[in-house]
C-alpha cells in the first residue's frame, strides 16, 4: 500500500504544488492583514489546493497516456511503463476531484459561513481539468495553465474574505498566469519536434525553439511589472518586498540564461529548481513585510 501511495505521488509529481500553493497563501497573508485570522479558513485553503491539482495531474496524465507512451522523453512516466493501471489513475483523479469539492464545505463550518467557494468549486474545476484537452487544438494551451493556476490567488482571497477588493488577488493571479505561462513554453521546448509531428499544439511547435524562448522571456518580464502593481492595490506591503521583487527579476533572468536554442539540457534545473525559489521566496518576502507592517 505505501509502494502504490508513492506511486501516487510520484505521477502527479506532488513536490510540484510548491508552484501555486505558496501565491495562495501569499493572498491569504494579505488577505488575513483585514479580516480575522481563521485556522479553518487554512485548512480548507491547504486542502482545496493539494486536491485540485492532485486530481488535475492525475487527469492529465490519463488524458495524454498515449502520448506519453509515443514520446522517448515520457515514455517511463508511470502509466506507459506499467507502474500505475489506467483504472487506478481514473479513481485516483475522481477521488481527488470529489475531496475538492467536499473541501470546499470547510468554509461553511466558519462564522459567519461563506459560500462562495462551494458555489465556485465545479467550475474551477471543470476549468483546471480542461487544461488537459488544449494541446489538440491550441498553441495557447500554456495560457490555459497559467490561467489554471492563476486561480489560486483569487480563490483563496475568496475563501477568507468574499468577492469583495478583488484588485490585490487578480494582480496576483495575473502575474502568476505570465510566470506560469513562461515556465511551460520553456518546458515545452523539450518536445517541439515531437508535438509538430503527432500534431499536439504548442508555442515551440508553432514557432520554433527561438520563437518561444523570445515568448516565454516576454511572459516573464511582464511578471514583476505586475507583482509590482499590487502594491498599487494595498498599504501593507513596503520595502521589504520591493527589494524582493528585484532578487525575483534577477532569478527569472537567470532562468532564461539557463536555456538556449541550441542547448536544452537545463531546462529541467529552470523549470524547477529556479521557479521552486521564486515562488517560496516571494512568499517569504511578504510575510516578513506583513509582519513588520
Sequence with gaps: ?????????????????????????????????????????LLGILMCMVFARTSAMAFNRLIDRRFDAANPRTANRHIPAGILSTSSVAWFAVMSGGLFLASTGIFLLREPPNPWPLRLGLPVLLFVLGYSYTKR???????????????APVAAWIAIRGI?????????????FFWVAGFDILYACQDADFDRNVGLHSVPARLGIAGALRVALACHLVMPGLLFAVTLTTTHLGPIYLVGLGLLTLLLLVQHSLVRPDDLTRVNQAFFGVNAIVSIGLFIVVVLDLLID
Design 1 to 41: 500500500m505505501l509502494s502504490r501511495l508513492n506511486a501516487l505521488l510520484g505521477l502527479i509529481r506532488f513536490s510540484h504544488t510548491v508552484f501555486a500553493l505558496p501565491f495562495a497563501l501569499v493572498s491569504a497573508a494579505i488577505a488575513w492583514k483585514d479580516e480575522p485570522f481563521r485556522w479553518v479558513d
Design 137 to 151: 487544438f491550441t498553441s495557447l494551451s500554456h495560457f490555459w495553465l497559467g490561467a489554471s493556476l492563476m486561480l
Design 164 to 176: 469583495t477588493e478583488l484588485q490585490t488577488p487578480i494582480m496576483l493571479g495575473l502575474a502568476v
